[in-house]
């Protein structure tokens, strides 16, 4: 059981948007920046959004990142089908004194 | 090239111990922590603990206190991640990701830049 709770599975269309949502506490998400990652099972995870809502270089603005409370959310747009992966959103918490992350989204392009 | 280069896949006993190594390329190594991190067959990313250089200290996942050491060596540029008493649930990739200090604060963290390529663990009875 995650303490960032993620919906296992989104998907839509080709060009279509995506949101994928991360719910936790004020021990995490509500004190802290959150991070998304997108995996390709396999390879080395890769850093998407961090600070909430930035962007590394070279990460197209097709993804966006927000937060609000105890929550935060990855948006997805003009979805193709090379964004077929696991997204993991990511935080510390402090009760634990750990870094924690979400179960993972699967997002499928249909 | 910044990257971080782990060492080769590992088949181990259970009850042994095994070290896994992170050696960093295309930076200054002792002005990041690195930060392990696992995913089991069919399971998420789990964070198994860090060592921050800077302050030489290490933090772990409370469920691995007792039987994991991560340790970093500023003269050959690495850090190690060494888990004892393998269990079969212990079979996993284990990936190193590397904290920049624009997103270390203290010994937490606020996010992880760039990945190793993982090294696959791999525990039998």
């Known amino acids: 059981q995650s303490v960032l709770t993620q919906p296992p599975s989104v998907s839509a269309a080709p060009g279509q948007k995506v949101t994928i949502s991360c719910s936790g506490s004020?021990?995490?998400?509500?004190?802290?920046?959150v991070s998304w990652y997108q995996h390709f099972p396999g390879t080395a995870p890769k850093l998407l959004i961090f600070d909430n809502n930035q962007r590394p270089s070279g990460i197209p603005d097709r993804f966006s990142g927000s937060k609000s409370g105890t929550s935060a959310t990855l948006g997805i747009t003009g979805l193709q089908t090379g964004d077929e992966a696991d997204y993991y959103c990511g935080t510390w918490d402090n009760s634990l004194s750990a870094w924690v992350f979400g179960g993972g989204t699967r997002v499928t392009v249909l | 090239q910044v990257q971080l280069v782990q060492s080769g896949a590992e088949v181990k006993k259970s009850g042994s111990s095994v070290k896994v190594s992170c050696t960093a390329s295309g930076f200054t190594f002792t002005t990041y922590a690195i930060t392990w991190v696992r995913q089991a067959p069919g399971q998420g990313l789990e964070w198994v603990g860090g060592?921050?250089?800077?302050?030489?200290?290490?933090n772990y996942a409370q469920k691995f206190q007792d039987r994991l050491t991560i340790t970093a060596d500023e003269y050959t540029g690495a850090a190690y991640m060494e888990l004892s008493s393998l269990r079969s649930d212990d079979t996993a990739v284990y990936y190193c990701?590397?904290?920049?200090?624009?997103?270390?604060?203290?010994?937490?963290?606020?996010?992880?830049?760039?990945w190793g390529p993982g090294t696959t663990v791999t525990v039998s009875s």
């Open positions: 990701a590397r904290v920049p200090p624009t997103m270390l604060i203290g010994n937490y963290y606020l996010g992880m830049d760039v």
């Open positions: 004020t021990s995490n998400i509500g004190n802290y920046y």
């Open positions: 060592v921050n250089p800077v302050f030489g200290t290490s």
